[in-house]
C-alpha cells in the first residue's frame, strides 16, 4: 500500500491507495501526485454530508489540462464508503482524469454498477486527518459563475506527496 499526504490550508490528511484493487487508478494517480499536479489546487466542489472534490480547478475556477482518462475501475470491490477516495467523472464513465473526491458518507449509490452501469472508482481511504475532512466539508459555499457549491473562501492544496 502507497501513501500520499496533502497539505491542505485547512490542514494535513493521508490517503491510503490500494493499488491491488485498483492498479490503472492508482497509478494514473501517482502520476499525478509525483509531478507536483495538485499544488495549488482548490476543493472546488463542497457538499457536506456527501463529498468534497478537488483535483482539477485552480482559486479562478480554471480548470488545469491534464493526461488522457483512464478505465473505470469501479467493478473492483470497493465501496463508496465515508472516508474512501473516489475518481471523479464526466457521464462518461471512462473519463476520470485527475479530480477525485472524499465520500463524507456512505454513498452506497456510486457504487458498481451505480445508475449508469458502472459506478464510481474507489481506489483509497484517508488513514489519518479525517477531522480535516470533516473541516473542508464543514465550510460555507455558494457559487462562482456556473459552478456551486464552491467554498467562500478557497481551500488550496498546498502539496501531495508520497510518504
Do not use: W
Not at 489540462?65 to 470497493?78: C, S, V
Amino acid at each position: 500500500m502507497t501513501n500520499v499526504k496533502f497539505t491542505t490550508s485547512k490542514g494535513d490528511f493521508t490517503i491510503e491507495l490500494d493499488d491491488e484493487k485498483a492498479p490503472i487508478t492508482v497509478e494514473n494517480f501517482l502520476s499525478y501526485v509525483d509531478s507536483g499536479f495538485y499544488s495549488g489546487l482548490i476543493f472546488h466542489r463542497v457538499m457536506k454530508d456527501f463529498m468534497i472534490q478537488c483535483g482539477g480547478m485552480d482559486a479562478d475556477m480554471n480548470e488545469k489540462d491534464t493526461e488522457p482518462p483512464i478505465q473505470n475501475e469501479a467493478a473492483n470491490g470497493l465501496k463508496n464508503d465515508k472516508g474512501t477516495v473516489a475518481m471523479a467523472r464526466l457521464p462518461d464513465p471512462h473519463s476520470a482524469s485527475a479530480q477525485f473526491f472524499i465520500n463524507h458518507k456512505d454513498n452506497d449509490f456510486l457504487n458498481f454498477p451505480g445508475q449508469d452501469g458502472f459506478g464510481y472508482c474507489v481506489f483509497g481511504k484517508v488513514s489519518d486527518g479525517m477531522d480535516v475532512v470533516n473541516s473542508i466539508a464543514d465550510v460555507e459555499t455558494g457559487y462562482v459563475g456556473s459552478h456551486g457549491d464552491v467554498p467562500t473562501e478557497p481551500i488550496t492544496i498546498e502539496s501531495a506527496e508520497r510518504v
